[in-house]
């Protein structure tokens, strides 16, 4: 299998993530931006269709193995929100700074503060794949009043993992990447892939 993937993101913070977590394994993810892969929607109202959807949109367009990433954040008391619009929360521009913001505001009166990262990762060997490799991740905690921290990306700064003083902003990026629901789902995509390799 290719070592060089196509990474259906547009996301600096999940590609510098997850080539980190896979350099041990040779494998190396290239932005789709970098072959001009254009822009696509994500229209389903689940994580999983979103992933598959991108991934093989980017492997259409480049002729390489895509793996993409659909995740967020959900808030059991807010019904799940912000969960497939985490990107949207505050508006298109997809600002991490005014979605924290928008979630905090509608934290307010509320007493149950926990909430959960969730991850789904595809990866397609080609477009028509009929065996993609799908792994998802799931990362539980509680969110802080205001942010605190400057690591990371998204939500992190006002995220404390389960038995965390820390908001995962605050913590090493080694920990997140050891820890993080990506940090969970890579680590079946690479199982799989060396499988898949004879390792
Ligand atoms: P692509 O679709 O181009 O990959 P995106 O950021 O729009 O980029 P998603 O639709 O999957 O991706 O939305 C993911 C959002 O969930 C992301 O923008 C963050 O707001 C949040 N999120 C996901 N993983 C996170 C993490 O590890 N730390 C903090 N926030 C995270």
Redesign the pocket.
């Known amino acids: 299998m290719s070592s060089l993937w196509v ?5 600096a ?2 590609l510098a ?1 997850l080539n980190r977590m896979v350099q041990p394994s040779g494998k190396v993810f290239r932005p789709q931006s970098d072959f001009h892969v254009p822009a696509t929607d ?1 229209p389903y109202p689940t ?1 999983l269709e ?2 598959l959807h ?1 991934a093989r949109h980017a492997s259409l367009h480049t002729g390489l193995p895509a793996l ?6 959900c808030v059991p008391a807010l019904g799940g929100q ?1 969960g ?1 619009h ?4 505050a508006g298109d521009d ?1 600002c ?1 700074a005014r ?1 924290v913001q928008q979630l905090l505001h509608h934290m307010v009166a509320v007493t149950d503060r926990r909430a959960y ?1 969730y ?1 789904v990762l595809v990866a397609v060997r080609h477009p028509d794949d009929p065996v993609p490799i799908v792994a998802e991740g799931l990362w539980q905690g509680t969110l802080a009043g205001a942010p605190q921290g400057s690591g ?5 700064a006002i ?1 404390y993992p389960v038995d965390c003083t820390e908001t ?1 902003a605050q913590l090493a990026s080694e920990w ?1 990447e050891q820890h ?3 940090a969970q789902a890579i680590r079946q995509v690479l199982a799989r892939l060396a499988w898949a390799d004879g390792r």
């Open positions: 990474l259906a993101s547009t996301n913070g999940k993530e994500e994580f979103n992933a991108k993409a990433d659909d995740s967020g954040l912000p497939v985490s990107a949207r929360f997809r991490d979605n990262f991850c990371g990306f998204g939500y992190d995220f995962v997140k993080s629901h990506r």
